[in-house]
């Protein structure tokens, strides 16, 4: 990943597209096989296999492929290895996993031949849907920016309270709390990354990357930060591989509140359920040991009683992973959505889409920071409605460059469900405003698009609504990060100017 200011971070970015395989040196019999079959085997041994179709020939060229070899074994030279291992305990999980293997673990004829098929059938360039148009006048709502400057704005938590919004920064290491006029009412230095917050009536639990740079080293933690000023912020959980969302539930029905952390990390990182014992420590249980997780939820999907948890992954081998609660603190994993490893998985939410009383996922793909960065059609905002018995069929696809969120909710109080969305690489050289639009849903199956006006005066990357001025209907808020833009036409130096955190959307139907 390109990192050239210590703006440049993307939240939910770290690792490249393909997660190590291992697979074993091939028999001579498979050397018989073409490139396609080769790739069907090898490729989708780990992650749904790649059609060549979905990514331009340069890109596999220039970027996929030669990472795909580095973790094959193959290296342009004797340095390069080295060069992809981190120094301290993030490169010793790394060498544990080896997930660089010193020698080839594949056939030199076997990868080439992957490499061939690939390049040969890879597109140009990919076709794109056309544009749609987006309404600029979003009467809905009205833009306020608050007197408070951060620059380079580096927002990484957006949360909305009952009275006011809680942004955590990367750039200065800080949560802060607005109340719903845009006033700052306290501050606090957190450390690098505050990225998920829960808040209860004595305290705010802070998720904490730990790092902002893509890394595999144990720095991620867990702050308590009571609200009350007679007892001082403690750490819940830490030595985690940059965690980016936590989920609190009782698990396993002993009165105790256990933890459920997606560590993203980059190579190495995991989807784990923390169980909390009797003398207040937690006990780590591994539900998934894989990097890229990215969120989760967690209710009673089979209404057996027993709550379970549905999370998300990025990373190469990307979907949703459902874990069933069977008893005594044990889990049964059942995949229901994958993904292709190109897609850039990047958020969800549930919502009943059909008013079945049957919790839909409202999906979003779009990140892009894995190399320069470019458009795909496959990009966007999907809807997957659930039959009952949480088998899934996607029911609508809002095409959108680089969508990294999406929030379901009444915004207009008409008695259907709108969606409002943020786009971190949207397409600046032709639809920059595309960075955030809010889908009217019509009441007849469509939505209509909006954006606003001053879209432009940030980069947006995290959203969170909820009625912040207590007057009835709900706000959106948008927290902007300073990150390159490919290529650049001077949008970084004026967010960098403006440091502008965040930006409200005031809804104005009360």
Not at 376 to 394: A, S
Not at 437 to 456: K, V
Request: proline share 7%; with cysteine; charged share 20%.
């Amino acid at each position: 990943m390109m990192q050239k200011s210590p703006a440049v971070f993307i939240l939910f970015c770290a690792a490249l597209l393909f997660i190590q395989c291992q697979p074993q040196t091939e028999p001579d019999s498979t050397l018989r096989y073409n490139g396609e079959n080769l790739a069907k085997i090898h490729c989708a041994a780990c992650h749904q296999y790649p059609e060549p179709a979905l990514l331009p020939r340069a890109t596999w060229e220039e970027h996929v492929l030669p990472r795909m070899g580095y973790m094959l074994g193959f290296y342009p030279d004797e340095n390069t290895r080295a060069g992809l291992i981190e120094q301290g305990p993030g490169g010793q999980a790394i060498l544990a996993a080896n997930i660089f293997p010193e020698q080839p673990i594949l056939d030199s004829v076997v990868w080439q031949k992957i490499r061939t098929f690939y390049l040969s059938r890879a597109p140009q360039a990919l076709p794109l849907p056309e544009a749609a148009p987006i309404g600029q006048e979003l009467a809905l709502f009205k833009a306020e920016f608050p007197d408070y400057y951060l620059s380079p704005p580096s927002v990484t938590l957006v949360k909305c309270s009952d009275d006011g919004m809680y942004i955590g920064d990367a750039n200065s290491r800080s949560l802060y709390r607005f109340n719903g006029q845009l006033g700052l009412q306290q501050a606090a230095i957190v450390r690098e990354g505050a990225v998920s917050l829960n808040e209860t009536k004595q305290a705010l639990r802070l998720t904490i990357m730990g790092s902002f740079s893509p890394t595999d080293a144990p720095s991620g933690f867990i702050l308590r930060l009571p609200k009350g000023s007679e007892r001082a912020p403690s750490i819940m959980l830490d030595s985690l591989q940059r965690p980016i969302h936590s989920a609190f539930a009782d698990l396993n029905g002993d009165g105790r509140e256990d933890i459920v952390v997606c560590e993203f990390a980059k190579w190495t990182g995991g989807l784990a359920w923390w169980e909390q014992e009797g003398a207040g420590g937690y006990r780590k249980h591994l539900l998934h040991n894989k990097p890229g997780a990215i969120r989760t939820e967690i209710k009673d999907f089979n209404q057996d009683g027993q709550p379970d948890i549905l999370a998300l992954f990025g990373q190469g081998d990307e979907g949703f992973f459902l874990y069933y609660n069977i008893g005594d603190g044990q889990f049964r994993e059942e995949r229901v959505l994958q993904f292709p490893p190109s897609y850039g998985s990047s958020s969800f939410s549930l919502f009943d889409y059909n008013d079945d009383g049957h919790p839909d996922i409202l999906y979003t793909c779009g990140d892009n920071a894995d190399y320069p960065p470019i458009l795909k059609p496959y990009h966007g905002i999907r809807i997957f409605q659930n039959d009952g018995n949480m088998q899934f069929e996607e029911k609508f696809f809002y095409p959108l460059h680089g969508a990294y969120g999406a929030l379901p909710h009444d915004f207009d109080q008409d008695g259907d469900l709108d969606i409002a969305t943020v786009s971190f690489f949207p397409n600046f050289q032709n639809q920059p405003n595309e960075s955030f639009i809010f889908l009217e849903n019509d009441g007849r199956g469509g939505y209509r698009p909006y954006s606003f006006h001053q879209a432009g005066m940030g980069r947006w990357i995290v959203m969170d609504s909820g009625d912040i001025d207590q007057d009835g209907d709900e706000d959106i808020v948008l927290g902007s990060l300073a990150f390159e833009v490919i290529p650049d036409n001077g949008e970084v130096e004026g967010w960098v100017k403006n440091g502008i955190p965040f930006v409200v959307l005031r809804n104005q139907l009360y």
